[in-house]
Structures are given as C-alpha cells and as structure tokens.
C-alpha cells in the first residue's frame, strides 16, 4: 500500500473552505467538516467523491473548494431533496417543499457549481447503473438500517483501495450508520484505519494489509456496539434509555485528530 500523504498547504485550504461552507444550512460541525476535507485531500488521485444526501450543499461546498484547490473531483452530490430522511422530518411541513433550489444557489455562490456533479435523484437508483471508480463515499442520506446499508452495499464495490468511507450521524439516534459501521466496517477484515469524529464514523478501504489494523478494530468495536441495541428501533430516546446512550456515546473516543496523528494513523511502522 502506497503511504498516506498530506498535500501541500491543506490547513489553509481547510480553514478557506470552511470560511465558505460555515454559513450553509446544515448539520455539519466544523470539526466534522474538516475531516470531511482531511479524507478528499488525503484520498488515492483515482475516481469520485460520492456524497448521499446534500441537503442544501454545506458539505458539497466544504469538498467542492478541497477539489478547486487541489484539481481532484468531481464531488457527486445525489439527493432528491425531498427532505427523504428522519434528520429533516421537520422541513417537510409544507407540500412539495425541496431543498433543490437552495443547493443549487449555495454551490453557485461559493463558487464550486463546475466541481460539483449533481444528481437530484434516490442513491439506491443512481447506484444501479454506477460504473466509476470511487475515491471516497460520505454517507449522509437515509439513517434507518435499510437505507444506510443500501448506500453502503450499492456503491461500496467501486471504492478504490487507500479511498475512504465516512458515514454521518453515527453516534446520534439512528439504527443505520453505526450499524453498518460495527457490522459491515469493524467486523469486516477489508478496512484499516478507523475511528469516530463527532458524530463521522470512518474508515479507510485496505483489502490488502487490514491486518496491520486489526487492534484498531478490536478496541472500538465493543465501545460502538453498545450502542446498537439503543437505537435498534429508530425511535426517539427517553428516560432511562435516553442516559444509557449518552453514557455509551461519552466512552466512544471522537475528537478530531490532528494531520500528524491522523497520517500516523493511517500509515503504521
């Protein structure tokens, strides 16, 4: 496996891209943002960034300014924009309501509309004829278990070996994400380097010496799967159940790394 390697000059890009993304609706965090840009900056040259739900462009402009800078791309944003996911039930009060427009003039404005390919489309439909090879996948669409595995399971196969995957919400009330991170991630012995920031849940795709990761895999897996059972149903959390997983969350280690910790993570001796 080709070392990991830190572009030039990718804490000033960071810090520009996100002056522009910060003012964009969203749910991001800023930490999770830049490790968003840390990934797509640090990713084999090879293929696209797939991003699975865009809601109204705060992480498509956060990539799109990292492919500017850098020459990488295109970032693939799919959403239909129906405000089709648990995260955004309450934007959906009026008929019709989309989130289409919006993206479209935030892009636009940050000035990243020519990297950024757009698909205002279900990802479950644009995966079936999915051919090109993927860099790095961010998961942010569907959080039940059926929807992020499909995400997951329909492009997973064109990752290329060194790229990433990243899934949102992992550590907030939803089945999905930290299901298919512990099963799919954690149990799977394709996959090195992972961890947690905020609420991200990554990994870096390496088929070939995931061995070298193994002892990752074998501290954070129990801390995370204690949180499945928790939110097994998809429903909001109360009473009692609601402090058990606040108490699981707090054991699970998430901050952000710095590029020295995170490239020695990444690329063991």
């Given amino acids: ?139 942010d669409g569907d959080h039940s278990y059926r929807g992020a595995k499909a995400d997951f399971d329909g492009f997973m196969p064109h990752l290329v070996p060194g790229g990433f995957v990243a899934l949102h919400d992992a550590l907030h009330e939803f089945s999905g994400p930290i299901r298919v991170f512990v099963e799919d991630i954690l149990g799977s012995n394709r996959f090195g380097a992972a961890g947690f920031v905020n609420s991200i849940a990554w990994s870096q795709y390496r088929p070939k010496d995931s061995f070298s990761f193994r002892h990752m895999h074998l501290a954070l897996e129990p801390v995370a799967a204690k949180l499945l059972p928790l939110v097994a149903d998809d429903k909001p959390l109360h009473g009692l159940r609601k402090v058990q997983f606040k108490l699981a969350r707090s054991r699970v280690p998430r901050s952000l790394p710095t590029l020295k910790e995170w490239t020695k993570m990444l690329n063991p001796e």
Wanted: with cysteine; hydrophobic share 45%.
């Fill in 1 to 139: 496996m080709i070392p990991v390697l830190v572009p030039p000059g990718l804490e000033a890009a960071l810090d520009e891209a996100w002056q522009a993304a910060k003012d964009v609706p969203g749910f991001l965090l800023e930490n999770e943002a830049r490790f968003l840009g840390m990934m797509a900056a640090c990713s084999p040259r090879e293929g696209a960034i797939v991003e699975i739900g865009s809601f109204k462009g705060k992480s498509a402009v956060m990539l799109g300014k990292l492919a500017k800078h850098y020459g990488f791309g295109p970032v693939v944003a799919i959403d239909p924009h129906n405000f089709n996911n648990a995260e955004l039930a309450e934007h959906r009060a009026a008929p019709g309501a989309s989130s289409y427009d919006e993206f479209l003039e935030n892009i636009e404005a940050a000035g990243v509309s020519p990297y950024v390919e757009v698909h205002r489309a279900f990802s479950t439909e644009v995966a079936k004829s999915w051919s090109r090879p993927i860099r790095m996948l961010w998961i």
